[in-house]
């Protein structure tokens, strides 16, 4: 017997609820920064443009990192760091500051985490200790 509308929902909401929304992740000479969740629609970009490039052009795959890393750091789209390097582009702001490749590394961790569901309940065990 399927489940009534009440149940669906009370499943659909447990699942909402355990979600990752924020992790720290550590960055080469920057220590642990925090990133939020990225939109579905930002992960599915990512995931396609990713899938549909050629691994071997680091061009194509620079851009499609660094604007994924810049969606997911606040701190990334804080004027006062576009004004200090003076950044024009907002979403060259991970290659000024990361390089190329750490803003490579850093899409691919951040699309691991947030990937799926976490169990929120892992993340404050690991906090905790």
């Known amino acids: 017997m399927a489940m009534d509308l009440q149940t669906f929902l009370a499943k659909a909401?447990?699942?909402?609820?355990?979600?990752?929304?924020?992790?720290?992740?550590?960055v080469k000479d920057f220590g642990m920064v925090e990133f939020v969740r990225p939109k579905d629609e930002e992960m599915m970009k990512y995931m396609t443009s990713v899938t549909?490039?050629?691994?071997?052009?680091?061009?194509?795959m620079s851009d499609i990192s660094k604007e994924f890393v810049y969606m997911c750091c606040p701190i990334l789209q804080k004027?006062?760091?576009?004004?200090?390097?003076?950044i024009k582009m907002p979403f060259e702001t991970p290659i000024v500051l990361f390089g190329f490749m750490e803003t490579m590394?850093?899409?691919?961790?951040?699309?691991?985490?947030?990937?799926?569901?976490?169990?929120?309940?892992?993340?404050?065990?690991?906090?905790k200790n």
Not at 13 to 26: F, M, V
Request: aromatic fraction near 6%; charge should be negative.
């Open 105 to 127: 590394n850093l899409a691919g961790e951040i699309f691991t985490k947030f990937n799926g569901i976490e169990v929120v309940e892992e993340v404050e065990e690991t906090i």
């Open 79 to 86: 004027d006062e760091i576009q004004r200090e390097f003076n």
């Open 52 to 60: 549909n490039a050629n691994k071997e052009d680091i061009k194509i």
């Open 13 to 26: 909401r447990a699942k909402e609820e355990k979600k990752l929304l924020i992790t720290e992740i550590e």
